[in-house]
Structure formats: structure tokens, C-alpha cells
Nanobody
């Protein structure tokens, strides 16, 4: 049984930074691609970033490229999302997600089976 617990959200001023963490519990973290998604009020949940099983391959939504960085520590069963140069449009609930993949280099943007409860990020302008 996979469980994901996010932390690190909060209130930050525009231009500021936050680091989100997602703790994974369950079988063999390194067999899962990991992703971050977000959902703003009144909008659908959208892809933000993802990383392959090893962390060597990553993908980002165009809206966050150059500002956000996803990384993972397979020794700690944790995936991170560093958020820099935040703006009001980044305000959302951020969700961590896991997907079991057989190909190590795959970086999926859809098809995630496991989700965390979310952490709120609020950017004040």
C-alpha cells in the first residue's frame, strides 16, 4: 500500500520561494516515477513536474520551467519540489503522485495511481 504525505506549503510573498516535500511509504520507492500536480480554486488539477525512477530525467509544465525544480532522494523515499520566483498564479493546492513504471527513464505526466492529500501554497502579491 503506497502512502504519500506532502509538507512544506504555506504563505509566501510574490518573488519568494518554498520547498515542498513528499514522503513515500510502501514498497520499493525507486520503482515509481513521481510527479507534482496542482489545483487552483475553480480550476482543474494540472501537471506541474515529474521525475523518472532514478531522478535523472525530469519534465515540467511550461508555466513553471526555469522556476521550479523537482528532485528525489531514493535513500530517503522522498521527492521534493523547489518553487522559486513564485507569483499569484502559483497559488494552489499541490499534490504529490506516484506511478509504478517498468522503464527507468520514463517521465509520465499522466496515469498516476497514488496521490497525497495535498499541501496549500498561497502567494500574496
Amino acid at each position: 500500500q503506497v502512502q504519500l504525505v506532502e509538507s512544506g506549503g504555506g504563505l509566501v510573498q510574490a518573488g519568494g520561494s518554498l520547498r515542498l516535500s513528499c514522503a513515500f511509504s510502501g514498497p520499493t520507492f525507486r520503482n515509481y516515477a513521481m510527479g507534482w500536480f496542482r489545483q487552483a480554486p475553480g480550476k482543474e488539477r494540472e501537471f506541474v513536474a515529474a521525475t523518472s525512477r532514478s531522478g535523472d530525467n525530469t519534465d515540467y509544465a511550461d508555466s513553471v520551467k526555469g522556476r521550479f525544480t523537482i528532485s528525489r532522494d531514493n535513500a530517503k523515499n522522498t521527492v521534493y519540489l523547489q518553487l522559486n520566483l513564485l507569483n499569484a498564479e502559483d497559488t494552489a493546492v499541490y499534490y504529490c503522485a506516484a506511478r509504478l513504471v517498468s522503464v527507468p527513464i520514463v517521465v509520465p505526466t499522466t496515469g498516476y495511481a497514488y496521490w497525497g492529500q495535498g499541501t496549500q501554497v498561497t502567494v500574496s502579491s
